[in-house]
């Protein structure tokens, strides 16, 4: 998130340990994953905007939930039912001081961003958008925020508008205000982009956005939450979502801060069992949140795990983590510019540990499939972000994103690996 100078050949990894906070060697070890082979090669991972992995303390504490503490929470008045109901909450307390949300309640435990985003779509569509209505999103956003906010305008007959970007994957600032109409109901912004890796300027955008209207605010953190900490009150966000999974959790759960106000004012999303105060054959009297946004049983071991991983990385410390992967960023960003015909697609001033990138005609899933036989794993095809796609007009590209374990040694592996595959392909 910050550039920093950088020698061209491989670090050792004791060099690492001194240039970082971090002892990345020590790190490494509490991820059993990543002492596999993949084709007879260390594995080296590099597709962490996709799904993150999962520290050995994730899985202990998903593991004890079904050796130990086997129950439905909620449910019953037997030692393991409260003493899970109690995990349950504690995790949900967790993710509020992580978050730094006033208070619990605002937290709802959902399958992921991509349940959260429908969730606030359907609940807020509701109540708030009425036909000729204006919600704004930007060109850069995961389907999953676009997708939604397509159908809910189409059904209610609202306007869906666009914040453009320039050519270096920025979001074109100066289009916001002039965006902002009388009719304009919510905002739905990503806070870093999964394939550009922009870290968009979403604190100063919500300050424009209150001074010239009364939207309310969506912040699609998926790819924010590895990198750094929100804080959802000095953001001054309504909604705020993330997956377990790219934060080194579990898969299958995520999250939804909303303030109060909505949750008290939203209709249910899905209804049923957990979700009601009183059920009679006529009616149904809901409970208040988060338990009436959350039906049925929920991924019990996913808000537990989910816990435990931002424990883990909270005890890494996020300025630590910033730092070697802005390095890990630059490193690799230098020694791909070096690259003949290489086209590196996202070159913001305020920019995260993603590269995407294409080499000449090169079709991104031949480089993908290549680079897997030398046991390096990337991404490629559109990272569900077709309209950024059609702006650049290229059908997708690699993409390689960093965590704070992976190492410099690996870069070297990877840079290797695609020279060799141009080299075959070319
Ligand atoms: C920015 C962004 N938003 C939303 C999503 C959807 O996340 P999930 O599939 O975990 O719901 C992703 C996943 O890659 C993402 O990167």
Not at 20 to 41: H, Q
Not at 230 to 235: A, G, K, R
Not at 381 to 400: D, M
């Amino acid at each position: 998130m910050t550039s920093s100078c950088h020698t061209e050949r491989s670090r050792s990894a004791s060099e690492e340990k001194q240039n970082n906070m971090l002892d990345i060697t020590k790190i490494r070890k509490d991820f059993p994953i990543l002492s596999r082979t993949v084709n007879g090669k260390p594995l080296v991972y590099f597709d962490n905007g996709a799904t993150a992995h999962k520290p050995q303390s994730v899985i202990d504490a998903i593991s004890h939930y079904y050796s130990y503490q086997n129950s439905n929470i909620h449910r019953g008045v037997h030692t393991l039912s409260r003493e899970i109901t109690i995990a349950y909450e504690e995790a949900r307390k967790t993710i509020q001081l992580h978050l730094n949300v006033k208070q619990a309640s605002e937290i709802i435990f959902t399958r992921g961003t991509t349940e959260s985003i429908n969730l606030v779509a359907h609940c807020f569509g509701n109540l708030a958008i009425t036909e000729g209505d204006e919600i704004i999103i930007t060109q850069m956003e995961h389907h999953s925020n676009i997708v939604p906010w397509q159908l809910l305008c189409e059904e209610k007959k609202a306007i869906l508008k666009y914040i453009p970007i320039n050519q270096a994957g920025e979001l074109l600032l100066e289009e916001l205000p002039k965006l902002i109409t009388s009719k304009t109901k919510l905002v739905a912004l990503t806070h870093i982009s999964n394939t550009l890796g922009t870290i968009n300027p979403v604190k100063d955008m919500i300050k424009t956005i209150r001074s010239l209207s009364k939207a309310a605010v969506l912040i699609d953190g998926a790819q924010a939450v590895p990198h750094l900490k929100p804080d959802v009150q000095d953001l001054d966000c309504d909604f705020y979502v993330f997956s377990g999974h790219k934060l080194f959790g579990p898969t299958g759960v995520g999250v939804l801060y909303a303030k109060e106000e909505w949750l008290n004012k939203f209709g249910p999303y899905q209804t049923g069992g957990g979700t009601i105060k009183t059920v009679t054959l006529k009616k149904t009297e809901f409970a208040d949140a988060p338990l009436k946004f959350e039906a049925g049983t929920p991924h019990i071991e996913g808000g537990i795990g989910l816990a435990a991983a931002i424990d883990y990385i909270t005890q890494l410390g996020f300025e630590n983590i910033q730092k070697h992967e802005d390095d890990l960023l630059q490193y690799t960003t230098k020694q791909l510019q070096a690259i003949e015909n290489l086209v590196i697609y996202g070159n913001a001033k305020n920019k995260t540990s993603v590269i995407s990138f294409n080499v000449g005609s090169i079709h991104p899933f031949d480089i993908g499939t290549l680079l897997d036989k030398y046991g390096v794993a990337i991404r490629s095809g559109h990272h569900c972000t077709q309209p950024l796609w059609q702006f650049y007009n290229i059908p997708g590209t690699i993409r390689a994103s960093f965590a704070f374990y992976n190492t410099f040694e690996e870069v070297d592996i990877f840079i290797e690996a695609l020279k060799k595959s141009i080299r075959l392909l070319s």
